[in-house]
């Protein structure tokens, strides 16, 4: 794991390196936070929040939100939403879904497929982008807000004073 002041990144050789990942990143992630997961079917979107999940303290199933638009999750005294955008068809169908109150101070927003409405979203505290490498994924955290930068340095800090395993 390679970290600078806005960025974070990483190669996740196989599922489980995934996993971990996301469970490495619930530490940082706090109300409030828009997060873009950007990567093509199969890159490991799911399966990195499936990991922050478990992070928060999830143990019951995270399933890929594809058909259903978004998972809702409650974790500690937190919202959890876990956005997929992909079958969307005109970014207008992100206001007529209702989404916009679900991004508040109490919840985090996960969001797969954010171009797809373009726009109309909050800007993104940390986009995560996967990219299918080698036979595992290339792991890219960009931060884009304050919030952001101050959760991945916290994130960067605790692995820093973390010993050595």
């Known amino acids: 794991m ?3 002041d806005h960025t974070l990144t990483a190669y996740l050789p196989d599922e489980a390196a995934t996993l971990a990942m996301g ?3 619930a530490q940082a992630l706090r109300g409030g936070l828009v997060v873009f997961l950007e990567g093509d079917l199969g890159a490991g979107k799911t399966t990195l929040t499936r990991g922050i999940l478990r992070g928060l303290g ?3 199933r995270v399933k890929s939100p594809t058909y259903t638009l978004v ?5 500690s005294n937190l919202y959890f939403h876990h956005f997929d955008l992909y079958r969307f068809a005109d970014p207008l169908e992100w206001e007529d879904a209702g989404f916009r109150e679900m991004f508040n101070p109490d919840s985090i927003c996960m969001v797969e497929w954010p171009e797809k409405a373009q726009g109309l979203l909050p800007v ?3 986009t995560i982008s996967l990219v299918p490498q080698d036979e595992g994924r290339a792991f890219r955290l960009l931060t884009g807000t304050l919030l952001g930068a101050s959760c991945l340095a916290t994130l960067t800090a605790s692995a820093q004073t973390r010993p050595a395993a």
């Open 71 to 75: 998972e809702p999750y409650v974790v």
């Open 2 to 4: 390679h970290s600078q």
């Open 124 to 126: 993104p505290d940390w």
């Open 23 to 25: 469970e490495v990143l």
């Open 58 to 60: 999830h143990s019951g």
